[in-house]
C-alpha cells in the first residue's frame, strides 16, 4: 500500500559478489544516483494514462515513462540520506570516483549541482556522505540508503559494529542496502559471509560462480573461469586478468582464486576444496525402508548437534522427521539449548523408516542417550569418539579421498547448512602427521561435517562387515 516503504520490497538488502575489476563501482555508483532524485519510493498502482516525468522533478533530460495499468509506481525520497561506507578512504574512493563525473558530466548536473570532496548534497536537504573506519561519526542517523562496499575485508568487531548500526539506521526510515564484495575468505566470518548464510528470505544474494569443474590452476580452466565471470564486461582485458592472476597464484593461490575465480576458498590450513564438495551434488530421493547408515555429532548450547545419513551405494543426506523437519539443531533457534526429546525423537523415527544397519555416535554431552540408544537398537548403535587423532585422521582422508576423487561414487543432498559447515572446516595438525578438524573462527560451526565423516565411516564400515554381500539361498531336491 502507498505509504510502504522497505517493506513494499520483496527483498530489504542486497549482496553483490564478483570479480575483481568486473565494474562493481560504477554501477553501484548508479544505483546512489537513482536513490538521491530518482522514484525509488513505491508510490501505488498506476491507473490508466498515468506517468511519471522527469522534468516534473527539476530534471532537464526529457525522459518519460508511461505506466502500464496496474504497474507500481514510484516517487523519489522527500529527504535521502545516502551513506558510502568503505573500510579506508582509498577504498571508498573506487565508487565515489565513479559518482562524482556519473553527476556532473550528465543530465543530472542540473539536479546536484555541486558535488563535493567529502559529501554530496542532494536537493530538499538530504546528502551523500562517506563513511570509513576511521570516520564513523555520522553512524547512528537515520538513513535511507547505505552502500557497504567491500565488506569480504570487514572482519574485525569495529566494521561488524558499522554494518549493524547502519541496518537499525535503515529499519527506522524503511530504507534499504547494498553490499558489494569479492569472494572472501571463509575462515575470517566476514560481514559479507554472515550475510551470505543468513537464513533471512528478503535478502537477494546475486552471485554467479563458474561450473566447479573448471580448476584454477589449470591455465585453459582459467580462460574458461575469467569468460564466465566477466561475460557482460567488454571493457575487461581477459589476457591481463590472467596475467595478473598468474602471478598471485605464485604466493596465494586461495586469494588468486576468490579475487578473479569469483570463488569462496579458504586460505591456508583448510581441510577440503569446497568447489570438489559442490561437483558432487546429486539430489536423490532415498525410499523409506532403505539401508543406510547414520553420523551423530551432538552438543548442548553452543555448538549445532546434527544427523547426516548415507546410503551403502554412497549417497549421503540430511534426513527429515516430523513430517519435512531436518535433523539439523541450531542451539540459537531453541532458547540456547538442543532440544533433547526432540532429538530423541527424530532418532526413533529414522530407525522406524529405514533399515539403519550402523550408526556412529559422538559420545560427549549425549553419553547417556547414546547408551539408551544402543541398548534399544543392540549392534546398530556405536559410540565413536571424534577426538581421537589417528581414529579420526582416517576418517576425515576417507571422506576427503571419495569427495575429491572423481571415480568414486560418493555424492551428496547439497544441503547447504553441511556445505556452510564443510567450508568452515580447518585442519588442526596432531602428533604423527595427524589432524583433527578445528572451526576457523568460534561463530563457524563445523559440526554438520563432523556428522558427514562419521555417517561416510559407518557405511565404509558395514561395507566391510559384509552388509552389501548376496546371500544365496539352495534348495536341494533329492
Not at 1 to 23: E, N, Y
Amino acid at each position: 500500500m502507498v505509504g510502504d516503504l522497505a517493506t513494499a520490497f520483496v527483498h530489504r538488502r542486497s549482496t553483490l559478489i564478483r570479480a575483481q575489476k568486473w565494474g562493481k563501482s560504477p554501477l553501484i555508483a548508479a544505483f546512489i544516483c537513482a536513490e538521491g532524485v530518482g522514484p525509488v519510493v513505491f508510490d501505488g498502482f498506476a491507473e490508466p494514462g498515468e506517468v511519471y516525468a522527469c522534468d516534473e522533478h527539476g530534471c532537464g533530460c526529457g525522459w518519460v515513462r508511461e505506466y502500464e495499468p496496474g504497474e507500481p509506481k514510484g516517487t523519489q525520497w522527500p529527504t535521502p540520506l545516502i551513506q558510502l561506507t568503505a573500510t579506508t578512504e582509498d577504498q571508498v574512493e573506487n565508487t565515489y570516483d565513479a559518482l562524482r563525473p556519473m553527476i556532473d558530466a550528465g543530465p543530472l548536473a542540473s539536479v546536484i549541482p555541486r558535488t563535493g570532496e567529502e559529501f554530496i548534497r542532494l536537493p530538499g536537504g538530504g546528502r551523500i556522505d562517506v563513511v570509513t573506519s576511521k570516520a564513523t561519526s555520522r553512524l547512528g542517523q537515520r538513513v535511507t540508503f547505505v552502500v557497504q562496499d567491500e565488506t569480504g575485508i570487514w572482519v574485525d568487531a569495529r566494521m561488524k559494529k558499522v554494518a549493524s548500526t547502519q541496518r537499525r539506521g535503515l529499519a527506522g526510515m524503511g530504507g534499504r542496502s547494498i553490499e558489494t564484495t569479492n569472494a572472501w575468505d571463509p575462515s575470517e566470518d566476514s560481514v559479507a559471509q554472515q550475510t551470505f548464510e543468513s537464513q533471512s528470505k528478503d535478502i537477494y544474494k546475486d552471485f554467479r560462480t563458474p561450473p566447479n569443474k573448471w580448476q584454477f590452476s589449470l591455465k585453459v580452466d582459467r580462460r574458461k573461469i575469467f569468460k564466465h565471470n566477466y561475460a557482460g564486461a567488454p571493457w575487461v582485458n581477459i589476457d591481463a586478468i590472467e596475467a595478473e592472476a598468474a602471478e598471485l597464484l605464485e604466493k596465494s593461490p586461495a586469494e588468486a582464486e576468490r579475487f578473479f575465480g569469483n570463488r569462496i576458498v579458504a586460505g591456508d590450513g583448510k581441510w577440503l576444496d569446497i568447489g570438489r564438495w559442490e561437483v558432487k551434488a546429486e539430489k536423490q530421493t532415498v525410499p523409506d525402508g532403505a539401508r543406510i547408515c547414520l553420523g551423530f555429532d551432538g552438543s548442548d548450547v553452543d555448538d549445532w548437534t546434527g544427523i547426516r545419513a548415507e546410503t551403502l551405494d554412497g549417497y549421503q543426506f540430511t534426513p527429515t522427521f516430523a513430517g519435512g523437519r531436518l535433523t539439523i539443531w541450531n542451539p540459537a533457534a531453541h532458547g540456547g539449548r538442543v532440544p533433547r526429546s526432540e532429538v530423541n525423537a527424530a532418532v526413533e523415527e529414522l530407525f522406524a523408516r529405514y533399515d539403519v544397519i550402523r550408526m556412529y555416535c559422538d559420545p560427549p554431552y549425549w553419553q547417556s542417550e547414546v547408551d539408551a540408544w544402543a541398548g534399544r537398537w543392540e549392534k546398530k548403535v556405536f559410540q565413536w569418539a571424534t577426538y581421537r587423532p589417528t581414529q579420526m585422521h582416517a576418517a576425515l582422508e576417507r571422506l576427503k579421498t571419495d569427495v575429491v576423487s572423481p571415480d568414486s561414487g560418493f555424492t551428496h543432498d547439497g544441503c547447504e547448512q553441511t556445505q556452510a559447515h564443510v567450508r568452515n572446516a580447518v585442519e588442526r595438525p596432531r602428533p604423527n602427521q595427524t589432524y583433527l578438524l578445528g572451526k576457523a573462527s568460534q561463530p563457524q560451526k563445523i559440526d554438520l561435517a563432523m556428522c558427514s565423516a562419521l555417517a561416510h565411516e559407518a557405511a565404509g564400515d558395514a561395507i566391510a562387515a559384509g552388509a552389501n554381500a548376496v546371500t544365496n539361498s539352495y534348495v536341494y531336491f533329492a
